[in-house]
């Protein structure tokens, strides 16, 4: 069994910055795709970003984002440690949500605990 461990969350003003990381601990099966939801209060679970690991390189990989973060949010990859990164910059009160990652598999998904991210006005 694996589990995903997010870091990174807290309380910051509008316009900073925060990075968020994902470490797969145990032994994934070939890993497909990680990414992050996430989910404000009163709101359903929208997609934040992904990124596949069909290259061997840390550079490559397609990736996506979601509309709202588009041009403001950068994932990226460590494949030797099956970790994800999501630096968020300029961010905007409405991104304040519980940031959750996730990893596909052969097996499946599985999902992080969530990471609490509050931008303050």
């Known amino acids: 069994q694996i589990h995903l461990i997010e870091s990174g969350g807290g309380m910051v003003q509008a316009g900073e910055s925060l990075r968020l990381t994902c470490a797969i601990s145990?032994?994934?099966?070939?890993?497909?795709?990680m990414g992050w939801f996430r989910q404000a209060p009163g709101k359903e679970r929208e997609v934040v970003a992904w990124?596949?690991?069909?290259?061997?390189?840390?550079?490559?990989?397609?990736?996506g984002y979601g509309d709202s973060v588009k041009g403001r949010f950068t994932i990226s990859r460590e494949n030797a440690e099956n970790t994800i990164d999501l630096e968020m910059s300029s961010l905007k009160p409405e991104d304040t949500a519980v940031y959750y990652c996730?990893?596909?598999?052969?097996?499946?998904?599985?999902w992080g605990q969530g990471t609490q991210v509050t931008v303050s006005s």
């Open positions: 145990g032994r994934p099966s070939t890993l497909v795709t």
């Open positions: 996730y990893s596909d598999t052969q097996n499946g998904r599985d």
């Open positions: 990124i596949n690991f069909d290259s061997p390189y840390s550079s490559g990989g397609a990736r």
